[in-house]
């Protein structure tokens, strides 16, 4: 395991690496590293001849407010889950290294970051398009791998990348879960254990909404009544949004085309956590 936490030192690593013939990808995370990750880093390991994990808690994704200060950060623990996972190299740079001059330059990325999530929390987009950017500078990766997990996520990096002319490809995967279908999220350490019971409520949600989609169901509202219905069975948890959006352009149409790949978005309050999750279902499924 090689771990660097400059950012110059990265950028040779990956000059010489390439220089040399091969290819290399990457996985940025903020650590907190659990087994969606791990899936991440393996599929990379299978394809490249060098994996870099990011690992880097970045502040301008997130609000005045919000979780930055606690969220979980234990560096040993995610080296050894990514020496398991197979992944040879963690880049964890400082604040510092990352932001030299503070948070002056920030990318934002217009559309497709202003609704869902970036109604919610109004900076975390541009936060998310800025740090990635400087890690794609810092990685200079081939490829980088990101988990449908965070779904609006892939498509605000996926056009920050197009527009910004980065020559890296952008592979997404699927949603690793837990047993009782919640999907798998550093915060979910943040439940206690009946909030972990019951936050199973947000993907039985999008399970049944998938099921009427599977059955021929198109209606936008539809949709979005099951899965709120289902979401207020559970009391504890508030809901923020329950949506079927077009999967492209993330737009909640009233009727969807039969060919249309659509995707269910729930993000949710458990207590002091905040919950997301989605399940894209494609046409002909
Ligand atoms: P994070 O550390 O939360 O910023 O996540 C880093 C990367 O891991 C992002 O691309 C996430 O979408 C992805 N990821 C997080 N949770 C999961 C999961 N349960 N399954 C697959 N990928 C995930």
Redesign the pocket.
Known sequence: MTTITRVHEMQSFVQDARRSGKTVGC???????????A??ITFAAAHHDVVVTSIFVNPTQFAPGEDFEAYPRDLAADLAIVEAAGGGVVFAPTVAEMYPNGPTTSIHVAGVSETLEGASRPTHFDGVATVVCKLFEAMMPHEA??????FQ??LVVRRMAEDLLIPVRITV?????EPDGL????RNAYLNAVERAQSRTISKALFAARELILAGERNGSTLHHVMATIIATEQALTLEYAVAANAVTLVAEPVFRSDATIVLLIAARLGKTRLIDNVLIQPHE
Do not use: E, I, N
């Not at 791998?145 to 965070?150: L, M, W």
């Not at 999907?183 to 550093?186: Q, V």
């Open positions: 996985v940025p995370t903020m650590g907190a590293l659990h087994a969606g990750h899936s991440l791998y990101f988990g449908q997990k965070d996520q892939t995967l699927p949603t690793v879960r999907a798998m999220s550093s």
